[in-house]
């Protein structure tokens, strides 16, 4: 028989690991003053400290929650993603897709988010300080004018942008229409789009859920 606080217990110790990862992530974010010397010398932006630490705490959560990760790279893609920036569009059924992005995307990617979450104590001054780029849904030009933007980043720094072609998360882990401002991003910046598809997260993190559930993704 299973135990009835078994779940209570995981959420809990699940919201306190954000938590801790979260201002981890605020203390290291001093390491961002470090990208724009490390670029002159050659670096490419996965090989960046800050990179290095998303994508190292973002493998380390999964492990802690039991979650088994296979990733297939197609080779084209993979190539793209190496030499240069690229536009990673995702499917979007769980809130653990743009964890599995940041830690198994070899571009190290940027994220376009909605500014809402800028007011979310902790993960907004995450979003901010390590430069994702907000969109104001409630107003077209100016989420034009922030999508503008992103592409001068990739241009100038050679700078991947992460962002779900669906706008927002699937509730019943179909895929749904795919909004124009994700391709306006790649054709606007003659940026290459690279897939990045997801498949078992929305079963291990479905919308409501406030945890992962042990697995393979």
């Not at 090989?47 to 290095?52: G, N």
């Not at 107003?139 to 942008?161: F, P, Y």
């Amino acid at each position: 028989m299973a135990n009835p606080l078994a779940r209570p217990i995981r959420v809990v110790a699940f919201i306190l690991t954000w938590l801790f990862i979260l201002v981890v992530l605020l203390v290291c974010s001093p390491l961002n003053l470090l990208n724009a010397p490390l670029r002159k010398l050659g670096w490419k932006n996965p090989q960046l400290p800050a990179s290095l630490v998303f994508a190292f705490i973002a493998k380390a959560l999964f492990w802690v929650s039991s979650v088994d990760v296979d990733v297939a790279r197609d080779k084209a893609s993979r190539q793209l993603v190496q030499n240069g920036s690229a536009v990673v569009m995702y499917t979007h059924s769980s809130n653990m897709d743009p964890v599995l992005v940041t830690a198994f995307s070899e571009a190290a990617p940027k994220f376009v988010y909605k500014k809402l979450l800028l007011f979310v104590p902790l993960m907004g001054w995450v979003l901010y300080l390590y430069r994702n780029i907000a969109i104001d849904r409630s107003n077209r030009e100016k989420a034009v004018a922030s999508l503008d933007g992103a592409v001068v980043a990739m241009k100038t720094k050679r700078q991947s942008i992460a962002i779900a072609p669906e706008g927002t998360r699937s509730k019943d882990g179909e895929l749904l229409e795919f909004k124009k401002g994700p391709f306006h991003l790649a054709v606007k910046g003659g940026i290459d789009v690279v897939p990045f598809v997801i498949h078992g997260a929305h079963e291990l993190m479905p919308t409501k859920s406030l945890c992962y559930s042990a697995g393979r993704v």
